[in-house]
Structure formats: structure tokens, C-alpha cells
């Protein structure tokens, strides 16, 4: 028998989603659908070694390295992960795995690495699939893949491919489903290409809620019906506008999904707030500023503080000297990430 062993290198980018996700069912099913940018700066680049073991083996048998520091309090997390997979990975346990993982964004920048983190992963063991299984196709890799990034963190299974990708099972969007994200399959106008991301980092803090808390939270929300619904009425609108280009219209959309997460937040019981002053300052400078110019800058957030500042390609001159001059006072070291709308996951 070959001595299996070898070593892939994927990078996966992370994403910014546009009509939220936020609530769960068991085994990481959505609870509403949900569409996000992918990005192109803001990655992980993984390396998986892999060697097949001389004997079976009852445990998962792997190493966590963070920036070439070994990271035994990330193996939980990749254990729980293994563990969630296994069913649909049985060779799993068969192999020693060293996984050898570093973000092009600075860490503990408050920026999530699940995202890029669990999809990079979820690639490099798909192309240990293939590895033992070279027959299988680009298609079944990629929603296998995406499949196993959601079981990681669901809004990783929105990174495997660009630019755009819908994760949830919606009537109008062709091939979509709860299970894996898809690279959204219609025409978007001209005024989206290259839409950039400048992303501003307002607390670089470990978040006091995570997302996992966040997500169960909306189980007996007051008003989680109501959200569910507006989310995917969301992605038909979204899915118009994609199409017309109507920038007003995106502006619209987008900021309101960002304070209607938020607001899910704030309304939880427990409740929270993921928000800084500084996060409100820079939306009031941002709504004077469009209001002055007339220019399509806008703004989302995740669950955190930080704000992606969201604007198209032709008016990024202006947009990015204001945000030089009037916003980056307001981020923790003057610190943010000029970013812009990607085309996923790449094997190196
Ligand atoms: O992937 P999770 O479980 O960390 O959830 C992330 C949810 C949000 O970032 C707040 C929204 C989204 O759709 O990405």
C-alpha cells in the first residue's frame, strides 16, 4: 500500500454578508437565508499535512499551529469540528493532521477568522478527498466543501467561491439551500464590480457575546417571526436591485439589515449591544456625509463594533479621502483595512 501523506494549501477569504444571518436550528441550518460579499484582502491561509496513520485509531490525532506558535487552545474548537464532520469524513481518523494557519488581518483585530478560518480548513481536507478519491468533480468539491464549513461556522460556508453567494433555501434563488452556499446565480449590474470595503476598526476586543450565544438567543425572541420573514423578503429585493444596479436602493437595504441585527441584539433576553460609541459616530459622519455629496457610501456591521464602510469603485477617490480625513480618528490606533469584493477561495 502507498504512504499516503502530503501537504495543501488553501486561502480563503472572509466574507461580509449584506442581508444577515442571525439564528439557528440544530446542525447549523439557518433559520433565515441570507447573501454576503465576499472579500479579497481579509484572508487565512491554512496548510494541512497530512500522513496516514500505520494503525487505525479511535481519536482524532492533530496539531494547531497559529503563526508557527503551536495553539493547543484552538483544538477544542477543531476537535468539536472533526467530530461534527466525521460522518461525512470517514477516513478522518485514519490520518495525522498538522494544521498550520495565519490571517492576513491583523488577529484579535475584532475581525471574525471563523469565516476564512473553517472554510480554509473545510477545503484542505476536501482536497485529502481527492486525494483518495480523484474522481470527484469541481462541483461536488466545492458544495462539499461549503457543506463542511457551514458544521464549522455557518457564515464560513459563504467563502468557498466569489463574488457574491447566497446560503439558504429560497424560492427565488435557483439552486439554493440551507445546506451549503451558492455563488449567486444571476446578472449583476456594472455598478457593483469591484465595490469596495473599507473596513474600520473601532474595538479590536474579544466580543462579550459570541455569535453562538447571539444565534440561540433569537429561540423565543420576541420578535424572531417577523425577522425571519424580512430577511428573505430582503434577498428578493436585493436580487432586484443587484440586477438594476439602484444604488439608493442597496443603501437602503444594507443599512437596515446592519441595525436590524443589531437590534435583535439589543432586544434578546439577555439583552446587548455590540456597538461603540465610536460605531455611532462614524454612522452619524457617515449619513451627513452622503447627505453633503450625494455620493453611494454606505455602511454594514457584524456582531461586533467594527463598521465595513461600503462604496462603488467610481467614487472610491473621494469616499476614501473622507474616510482618511473624518473616520479613522474614530478607530483604535487609527487602525482599518482597505478591502474590496473578491472571488474566493484559492488552492496554493
Ligand atoms: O458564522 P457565525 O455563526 O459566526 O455567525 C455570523 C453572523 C453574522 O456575522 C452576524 C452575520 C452573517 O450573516 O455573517
Not at 197 to 216: M, R
Request: hydrophobic fraction near 35%; include cysteine; charge should be neutral.
Amino acid at each position: 500500500e502507498k504512504n499516503i501523506s502530503g501537504k495543501i494549501t488553501w486561502s480563503s477569504p472572509s466574507n461580509i454578508a449584506l442581508v444577515k444571518y442571525w439564528g439557528k436550528k440544530e446542525n447549523q441550518i439557518p433559520e433565515n437565508q441570507s447573501i454576503s460579499f465576499t472579500l479579497e484582502a481579509c484572508k487565512t491561509i491554512t496548510n494541512l499535512y497530512y500522513s496516514k496513520n500505520e494503525s487505525s485509531s479511535k481519536d482524532f490525532s492533530f496539531k494547531v499551529f497559529l503563526d508557527n506558535v503551536p495553539k493547543p487552545d484552538f483544538e477544542p474548537k477543531i476537535e468539536t469540528f472533526f467530530k461534527r464532520i466525521e460522518v461525512y469524513m470517514p477516513f478522518l481518523k485514519d490520518f495525522h493532521f498538522k494544521i498550520e494557519t495565519e490571517n492576513t488581518f491583523p488577529h484579535s483585530s475584532g475581525i471574525a477568522s471563523s469565516a476564512s478560518g473553517m472554510s480554509a480548513l473545510a477545503l484542505c481536507l476536501m482536497s485529502v478527498e481527492k486525494e483518495l478519491n480523484p474522481e470527484i468533480s469541481e462541483e461536488y468539491f466545492n458544495k462539499k466543501a461549503s457543506f463542511l464549513a457551514r458544521l464549522g461556522s455557518g457564515s464560513a460556508c459563504r467563502s468557498i467561491e466569489g463574488d457574491l453567494v447566497v446560503w439558504g433555501k429560497h424560492n427565488n434563488i435557483d439552486g439554493s439551500s440551507d445546506l451549503f452556499g451558492i455563488k449567486y446565480p444571476y446578472q449583476v449590474h456594472d455598478n457593483f464590480k469591484n465595490y469596495q470595503d473599507t473596513i474600520l476598526l473601532v474595538d479590536k476586543g474579544e466580543k462579550q457575546v459570541s455569535s453562538t450565544v447571539g444565534h440561540n438567543l433569537m429561540h423565543g425572541h420576541p420578535f424572531a417571526q417577523e425577522r425571519f420573514k424580512q430577511a428573505e423578503e430582503n434577498i428578493t429585493k436585493i436580487k432586484g436591485i443587484l440586477e438594476s444596479g439602484d444604488l439608493k436602493a442597496f443603501i437602503a437595504l444594507v443599512e437596515s439589515e446592519a441595525l436590524t441585527l443589531h437590534a435583535m441584539m439589543m432586544t434578546s433576553m439577555p439583552y446587548f449591544i455590540l456597538m461603540k460609541p465610536n460605531t455611532l459616530e462614524i454612522i452619524n459622519k457617515i449619513w451627513n456625509f452622503r447627505k453633503q455629496t450625494g455620493l453611494h457610501i454606505c455602511f454594514t456591521l457584524d456582531a461586533g463594533a467594527n463598521v465595513h464602510i461600503l462604496y462603488p469603485e467610481k467614487e472610491a477617490k473621494t469616499i476614501l479621502e473622507f474616510i482618511k480625513t473624518e473616520l479613522v480618528a474614530y478607530c483604535q490606533n487609527g487602525h482599518y483595512i482597505c478591502d474590496r469584493i473578491g472571488f474566493g477561495a484559492k488552492k496554493l
